[in-house]
């Protein structure tokens, strides 16, 4: 079946490519100097297409020549520009007889000619600077009213998944910048689902830093990426937005039924002296329109009705005060179905779960955010952050639930049973970073202050009923177990941090840097819970098995130095951190303390080295101690799942993970070619594991203890190329693998779990002609575990998924789009193999003063797929998932856009 899916995809491809093909020709040529006939090398030429001024594309002279190749007939303009000297223009024809010309292009010394070059001079699809790689927005041709997103998806490294989140080379994206500055405080998805990339010149990436590192200077990887979206010099000022509304049949109300689809909504931002974004989204399709037609498809299952609200504000107009406010909501209502497999090997046995649920939720999150820097002087900053999130969800759930055994033989069914739960919760959360910086004179010594203050809150009643029934091997009911209680939990969680930072400069370049950070945190819990009295018909029976109020106070002293080389071709560093832990845990109802003293020391290190422009080779490594949870601590059972019950541990010790990094990047300016490649690895020092006991009746009881010896390593590759000529399209090819060693317990007994991974991905961007646009997608992936307790159960998967996106403009100024995914995951045990398509098509017409206005008809799941399937894995786990899904679509919308950029030229088609 694979096979066909690749001949269908291919066959597709090629014959959109052929039916937009035209007669092409070719020009060649030399730059020279015009004093001495030398050649000129590296010389930018830039190959315009006329009258609509296009560029098409961008290529380097060698000391021979330089060639465009596969060139269709019409006027052109040659650029070229070299530093130096005066740019130089030629206008030419080609016509349809395919004939090469050929050009020999003197360039005169100019003292003028640096502002010009600094003007017209070519920017290759990518830039590298030290950490930071930039990608020409130009270099990557997307579609008319594409998104930043859009534009995302054809860079090379970059991934996003079905909920929009970024990731590069595997590391989240959190955090967006707006032309270096912070502007999407709250979301960084904000900024690429809703930015147009028409404006957008280049997008930076690199490690995301702290507040402290980006105040000193002083490296602190957390682990992260961020963007920087830098703008068009035209598009710095102005406003821009559109807004939309569509109505159409299928699709869901979120509360069980289904009634006609509908979205609408709008965004606008300005920019200027002030910036002011606005964005508002109502639709009950699970967010596949929002003004375009999403590519993130249905989700991860459920019938969901989406709410949308924010606005943002950034003032600078002062040197002195940068000022930064956000504020929003945004809600979800779902309604999901699923049917659950799962199979959990034991040390002599396996359990088999098959689950049916069905819940109803409802989520609605605010949050203000706030960000203000003063500079009070040359030498001194202070900014405040402060965050105010508060949030409240409910859900009612059923899950219907059968148990097989197998150990030594046939299985049997051990347990039947099923659960109905409602939840509830209201909480907020508030948190405050005061920072202050001084420097002095003398380059490299600076002063830096933390103070953080952070709170939250929860309250959270629930309903909690279950009637599970157990069975022995010959199918005799062993027991009958019936709970039915009410309880109220109200969780308070704060944190105090403060820290001191000292550099000082020892020569150029090089400096040392001293910090130590205190952190204090005091986590409460209290529930209480009251069994159903069947005489008074009340809950009003004390439950003291989930009855429990619980501190924990957290204080950890840190203590960190280093040596810091920041200029030049090696900047590297050096450091070493030592911490003093006290974790002190207060069961107040069993009237139990556990004190913990633990210290723990890691060195740190990084080094980047730029052997050669365009190359960067950036080592890391570091080292993060994490906290065990209250839910991890609080010695309680959590009987939300009565198969599956988990429970706390108060014994747990801290984890302390070791991790190191390695990445290099380069780009080719000749040949626009660029290579990513990564390894990453990790070590832990008492990893927070679970450990898994089968209780009487086969239920699984699940705690967390401490282990050693947990590792993992993992690799990728990405190399970016141009199909032919840049303008016309470019693809990337990447690999990766991984290997890990995970433990955990079962019954007692550790199970070793050894994963090893690989897989590949393919992306082409393919703008062959004007009017189309071509995006392929092709991605397999492989994972097994071997588990030491049970060898002849070890497990493997695979995952393929394959994509295809095009879209034609016809005459008229009409638009055919078509986007196809197929996911497939391949057979385990008893489990066939599986393959979920979707189809989404849509036609759309442009009309009104500069195309602003459009009329759409988009059909989305054309296939009418219902549900979807997917399979993931743990420690001593498989388990398959299929939840439900819209199915088919169709809609009408009409969307309107609107732009005004006074410094801008006229908007072309490209």
């Known amino acids: 079946m694979y096979k066909k899916i690749a001949f269908f995809l291919t066959i597709t491809l090629f014959s959109l490519v052929a039916l937009a093909q035209s007669p092409a020709s070719s020009i060649r040529g030399i730059v020279r100097d015009s004093l001495t006939r030398q050649p000129l090398e590296d010389a930018t030429i830039t190959l315009i297409h006329l009258p609509d001024s296009t560029v098409q594309r961008r290529i380097r002279s060698t000391k021979k020549e330089f060639v465009f190749t596969n060139l269709t007939p019409g006027s052109y303009q040659l650029v070229t520009t070299y530093l130096g000297y005066a740019t130089d223009v030629l206008r030419f024809q080609l016509d349809t007889t395919a004939a090469a010309k050929t050009f020999a292009i003197d360039l005169k010394h100019s003292a003028s000619a640096l502002m010009e070059v600094v003007v017209h001079a070519a920017i290759p699809p990518a830039i590298v600077k030290n950490d930071t790689i930039a990608f020409n927005a130009g270099a990557y041709p997307t579609r008319p009213n594409a998104t930043v997103e859009d534009l995302l998806r054809k860079l090379p490294g970059i991934d996003i998944d079905k909920n929009g989140n970024v990731t590069m080379q595997g590391q989240k994206v959190d955090k967006i910048y707006l032309d270096g500055k912070e502007f999407f405080l709250n979301d960084p998805r904000t900024a690429t689902q809703n930015l147009p990339a028409d404006i957008v010149d280049q997008i930076e990436a690199f490690d995301s830093q702290s507040e402290r590192a980006r105040l000193t200077g002083v490296r602190e990887p957390t682990g992260s990426r961020t963007l920087n979206i830098k703008l068009k010099k035209d598009r710095k000022k102005g406003y821009f937005g559109r807004a939309y509304a569509g109505t159409g049949s299928g699709g869901g109300d979120g509360k069980g039924g289904v009634t006609s689809s509908y979205s609408a909504g709008g965004t606008a931002t300005s920019l200027g002296s002030n910036w002011i974004f606005g964005t508002a989204n109502l639709n009950n399709m699970n967010n596949q329109f929002t003004g375009k037609d999403n590519k993130n498809g249905p989700g991860s299952g459920g019938l969901q009705t989406f709410n949308d609200a924010q606005l943002n504000f950034k003032t600078d107009k002062s040197s002195k005060l940068n000022l930064t406010l ?91 049973g099923h659960t109905n739960n409602s939840n509830h919760s209201d909480g907020y959360n508030i948190n405050n970073n005061l920072n202050f910086r001084r420097r002095w004179r003398l380059p490299g010594r600076t002063l830096f202050l933390s103070l953080t203050q952070s709170h939250d809150h929860q309250d959270q009643p629930s309903t909690l009923y279950s009637l599970v029934n157990y069975f022995d091997s010959t199918g005799n009911t062993l027991q009958r177990k019936e709970t039915n209680l009410v309880s109220d939990q109200q969780s308070n969680a704060d944190s105090y941090s403060a820290s001191i930072s000292y550099t000082e400069p020892i020569k150029p370049g090089h400096l040392l840097d001293f910090t130590y950070r205190l952190n204090h945190s005091i986590s409460k819990s209290d529930k209480q819970s009251y069994d159903y009295d069947s005489a008074s018909g009340k809950y009003d029976i004390p439950d003291s098995l989930t009855t429990n109020h619980f501190i924990n106070y957290n204080t950890i002293h840190r203590f960190s130095t280093g040596y810091n080389a920041t200029d030049g071709k090696y900047r590297y560093q050096l450091g070493l951190t030592f911490q003093v832990s006290d974790l002190d845990d207060h069961n107040l109802t069993a009237n139990t303390d556990i004190k913990q003293h633990q210290l723990n020391w890691y060195p740190r290190a990084s080094l980047i080295y730029t052997p050669k422009k365009g190359t960067t080779v950036n080592i890391q490594y570091t080292a993060n101690t994490v906290s065990p949870t209250i839910q991890q601590l609080q010695p309680l059972p959590d009987l939300t799942n009565p198969f599956l019950v988990r429970i706390g541990n108060p014994d747990l010790l801290q984890q302390l993970t070791h991790t190191f990094s390695a990445n290099y990047t380069g780009f080719n300016s000749r040949s626009f070619r660029n290579l990513q490649i990564g390894v990453q690895g990790d070590v832990a020092q008492h990893q927070i594991t679970p450990a898994t006991t089968v209780l009487a009746g086969g239920i699984q009881q699940i705690q967390y203890i401490n282990v050693d010896g947990v590792w993992h390593v993992s690799s990728n590759i990405t190399y970016g190329f141009p199909l032919g000529d840049q303008r016309k399209g470019n693809s990337s090819f990447g690999m990766h693998i991984r290997y890990g060693r995970d433990v955990s317990r079962v019954n007692g007994e550790e199970n070793v779990t050894t994963g090893v991974g690989w897989g590949s991905n393919l992306k082409l961007n393919f703008h062959p002609v004007e009017k189309l646009f071509i995006e392929a997608n ?71 003063r500069d195309r602003s206005a459009q009329i759409r008809f988009s059909a989305f799941g054309i296939l009418n797929t219902v549900s979807n399937y997917t399979q993931t894995q743990g420690l001593n786990y498989i388990e398959t998932r299929q939840a439900n899904m819209p199915g088919r679509i169709l809609l009408l919308s009409f969307i309107y856009r609107f732009r005004h950029f006074p410094g801008a030229r006229p908007r072309t088609s490209s």
């Open 778 to 848: 092709a991605s397999v992936d492989y994972t097994g575990s071997l588990y030491s307790i049970y060898a002849n159960q070890n497990t493997k998967l695979w995952q393929q998924n394959y994509s295809i996106d095009a879209s034609y403009e016809l005459p008229g100024a009409i638009t055919l789009a078509s986007n196809y995914n197929i996911s497939v995951t391949g057979s385990q045990g008893a489990l066939p193999s599986k393959a979920i398509s979707l189809w989404n098509a849509s036609v759309y017409k442009d009309f009104l």
């Open 326 to 416: 956000n504020a929003g909501t945004n809600g979800v209502r779902t309604e999901l179905q699923t049917a659950t497999q799962r199979k959990t090997l034991l040390t002599d046995s396996s359990l088999y779960e098959n689950r049916f649920s069905n819940s109803k939720s409802k989520n609605q999150s605010y949050h203000a955010n706030a960000f203000l820097e003063y500079n009070i002087d040359s030498f001194s900053v202070i900014n405040l952050r402060s965050v105010y999130t508060p949030q409240t969800s409910s859900s009612d759930a059923q899950d219907t639930v059968g148990i097989q055994t197998q150990k030594n033989g046939p299985a049997w069914t051990s347990n039947q």
